[in-house]
């Protein structure tokens, strides 16, 4: 049987939401197929928050690494996606556990919206800290969430991007997780090498497991 493959990256245009105050998807055409210019070819000016993205410890840490510099093997593998479905505004342990058990994978993906919103969520569901803490401790490098951050949009401490900071994990925001069923999967989701960024876009992908 065929591997099935989920896209769970929105799509990155001029309309996509972004965090208010951050630079929004732009592009212009520094070229176009003409006589005497056999190419077109553009430029693009965006935060690398736009989309599916991975942070680096470089935004939520003035001596943070940046995304370049982060090894690969936390992006891809193994992972759950768990249903906690309107369960906001912070995820708690009582809304993961259903689906905690002895051999989770080492990247937890949660859906939170039964449909992802198509513009900006000031009431964002996001992780509550404590919650990240127990998934570190059962061995989870990764935590992902299909809204634009894992801490709540109003928030100055960070709790969230803090706990990651300290237990060492790495994390994708704004994923779109309405087509994918609760269960294991591969994740591929990998950051480009950018060496001096506090984050960068992932065309993030599922696929079933072999």
């Not at 198509?118 to 919650?131: I, K, S, V």
Request: net charge negative; charged share 20%.
């Amino acid at each position: 049987m065929a591997q099935q493959l989920w896209d769970i990256s929105p799509p990155i245009h001029s309309a996509s939401p972004v965090f208010p105050g951050d630079t929004p998807y732009s592009q212009q055409w520094c070229a176009t197929i003409a006589p005497g210019c056999p190419v077109n070819v553009s430029a693009i000016t965006l935060s690398p928050h736009v989309g599916a993205h991975a942070d680096a410890p470089l935004h939520y840490a003035p001596d943070g690494a940046a995304i370049g510099a982060l090894d690969l093997e936390s992006f891809l593998g193994p992972c759950r996606v768990i249903h906690a479905i309107a369960q906001g505004p912070l995820l708690r342990w009582q809304h993961l556990e259903h689906a905690i058990t002895a051999d989770l994978p080492p990247r937890v993906l949660v859906r939170t919206y039964a449909q992802a919103p198509t513009g900006w969520d000031d009431g964002l569901a996001a992780y509550a800290p404590e919650t990240v803490e127990r998934l570190a401790d059962l061995g989870v490098r990764l935590i992902g969430i299909d809204t634009a951050s894992i801490d709540p949009a109003s928030s100055k401490t960070l709790d969230s991007h803090q706990v990651i900071r300290r237990r060492g994990l790495r994390v994708l925001e704004n994923l779109v997780l309405d087509a994918v069923p609760e269960g294991d999967y591969e994740l591929i989701a990998l950051p480009l090498k950018l060496t001096q960024a506090d984050a960068s876009p992932v065309r993030a992908v599922l696929r079933t497991l072999r």
